[in-house]
């Protein structure tokens, strides 16, 4: 699939070093997309409130973004 504006999307957010908080999934949406492949500046909506990121890749590592598996 092709990234474009508005595309939902699952941001992969860093846990603590520590490891008191575990990386997990969170929703995002795509605000724009880059020059590069596979780039993109999302809005992430956590519990607690939104932030903006920008220069985002995709993949499946932390700080990363992919499209949201399908669940049946």
């Known amino acids: 699939m092709k990234p474009s504006v508005g595309r939902s999307v699952h941001y992969i957010s860093y846990g603590t070093p520590s490891g008191e908080y575990k990386p997990e999934h969170r929703a995002a949406i795509i605000t724009r997309v880059g020059e590069s492949d596979g780039v993109v500046d999302i809005c992430v909506l956590n519990p607690t409130g939104m932030f903006f990121n920008q220069n985002v890749k995709?993949?499946?590592?932390?700080?990363?973004?992919?499209?949201?598996?399908?669940?049946?």
Do not use: I
């Not at 700080?63 to 669940?71: I, K, L, S």
């Open 58 to 72: 995709f993949g499946t590592r932390e700080g990363q973004v992919h499209w949201p598996e399908r669940v049946e």
